[in-house]
T-cell receptor, first 112, second 114 residues
Framework: SQKIEQNSEALNIQEGKTATLTCNYT??????LQWYRQDPGRGPVFLLL?????KEKRKERLKVTFDTTLKQSLFHITASQPADSATYLC???????????FGKGTSLLVTP | DADVTQTPRNRITKTGKRIMLECSQT?????MYWYRQDPGLGLRLIYY???????NKGEISDGYSVSRQAQAKFSLSLESAIPNQTALYFC?????????????FGEGSRLTVL
């Protein structure tokens, strides 16, 4: 069966450091992968998309990599701030004709 | 006003009752989705609709039904609610104009079934 796995343990880091979150998948050949941020009690908010033919994507302090051989995406937040504390979700779709499926998310806590 | 509006935001009901959660959007998107979120289980897809005449089951559709009344409205019904349907429900929309398919979520409807 298809699986999307994210670290279930919360990630605690110090302000200013780089946070790295992992998303692994099995039995998928996704056309693209997306990352979302979710704050407690709120709906997820889209952050970045990376396509299968792209190795890396950047947006301000965010960087996403996509390795289709390893079936893995890494999500980096550089110069992390306490305001970056949230749960981060990865999501995959086979192509635009399919709905997104989500991982369970990883909670990030950035302490001053 | 929010682009994706869900009503009610909170609802407590009893086992066996019929419940409808409503979603409306002003984004003009063709595609709409219902997900539920449970602690430790993440977001799971219940139903989705790619246009007004299209309805598709997601991974956990049993016990649920949907209606796409118009491009802007997509409602989720629980015909006979049971306690394990207690969860946070999210409606989302996406656009078909690009490949991206990024989702825009509502604020959620928290349902408690006693």
């Amino acid at each position: 069966s298809q699986k999307i796995e994210q670290n279930s343990e919360a990630l605690n880091i110090q302000e200013g450091k780089t946070a790295t979150l992992t998303c692994n998948y099995t039995n998928y050949s996704p056309a693209y992968l997306q990352w979302y941020r979710q704050d407690p009690g709120r709906g997820p908010v889209f952050l970045l998309l990376i396509r299968e033919n792209e190795k890396e994507k950047r947006k301000e302090r965010l960087k996403v990599t996509f390795d289709t051989t390893l079936k893995q995406s890494l999500f980096h937040i550089t110069a992390s701030q306490p305001a970056d504390s949230a749960t981060y979700l990865c999501a995959l779709a086979l192509n635009s004709g399919y709905a997104l499926n989500f991982g369970k998310g990883t909670s990030l806590l950035v302490t001053p | 006003d929010a682009d994706v509006t869900q009503t009610p935001r909170n609802r407590i009901t009893k086992t066996g009752k019929r419940i409808m959660l409503e979603c409306s959007q002003t984004k003009g998107h063709d595609r709409m989705y219902w997900y539920r979120q449970d602690p430790g289980l993440g977001l799971r897809l219940i139903y989705y609709s790619f246009d007004v005449k299209d309805i598709n089951k997601g991974e956990i559709s049993d016990g649920y039904s949907v209606s796409r009344q118009a491009q802007a409205k997509f409602s989720l019904s629980l015909e006979s609610a049971i306690p394990n349907q207690t969860a946070l429900y999210f409606c989302a929309t996406s656009d078909t104009s690009g490949v991206a398919g990024e989702l825009f979520f509502g604020e959620g409807s928290r349902l408690t079934v006693l």
